[in-house]
């Protein structure tokens, strides 16, 4: 991928993103990380993204939460910080398709390859499991890594790791080579 490609890809995310702030954070300046989060079926990685969200509200961040098990269409959560999406079997799958153009990263307890290279296409920073075969861990000093991961699947684990993409997200340079190794692994 070329340097015009990422810059069109860059573009077509920022345009994404401030469609979708203005749908469901009017108030939110764009600047903020938008996070998507997938859950799983697994009971134990629900109560995962429940205990991870307390802590989450303290970064700056907008999230988006991916759950079959939530209601409804779309809800946003009492703090304004948090939209819950259900995709309910592919009907929502165009929205959740312009969502995830907006997205800068996310956060993916399945290792499925298909999610990780929907998430690519798109541009979007994964956050996984150190075991995942097609996450790289970032080393900013060697520039190397297409994403971040944790080493135990707990919410101290994965929130250490949100926090470095955060970090990082506000070094556009280093956010735009992450993306550029992103494009080279799909």
């Known amino acids: 991928m070329g340097r015009s490609d990422l810059q069109k890809l860059l573009e077509q995310k920022k345009g994404a993103k401030k469609h979708l ?9 764009v600047k903020f990380p938008l996070l998507i989060i997938f859950t799983t079926k697994e009971k134990s990685n629900h109560e995962l993204v429940y ?13 988006l939460v991916v759950s079959e098990e939530e209601p ?5 959560h009492p703090s304004g910080k948090i939209f819950w999406f259900n995709p309910e079997n592919g009907r929502m799958a165009p929205k959740l398709d312009e ?26 920073v994964p956050v996984g499991h150190e075991k995942s075969p097609l996450i790289a861990n970032y080393h900013p000093n060697e520039e190397t890594g297409n994403g971040f991961t944790f080493s135990e699947k ?7 790791a949100l926090v470095r993409a955060c970090e ?19």
């Open 21 to 29: 702030f203005d749908e469901c954070w009017p108030d939110s300046d």
């Open 51 to 63: 205990k991870l969200l307390e802590g989450v509200f303290v970064l700056p961040l907008r999230i």
């Open 72 to 76: 409804g269409d779309h809800a946003k």
């Open 99 to 124: 969502w995830l153009l907006a997205a800068d990263m996310a956060l993916v307890f399945d290792e499925k390859q298909t999610t990780f290279h929907t998430l690519f296409d798109k541009g979007v």
């Open 154 to 160: 707990n919410p101290w684990g994965v929130f250490a």
């Open 168 to 186: 990082t997200y506000h070094f556009p340079y280093d956010w735009q080579h992450i993306i550029r190794g992103i494009l080279k692994v799909r």
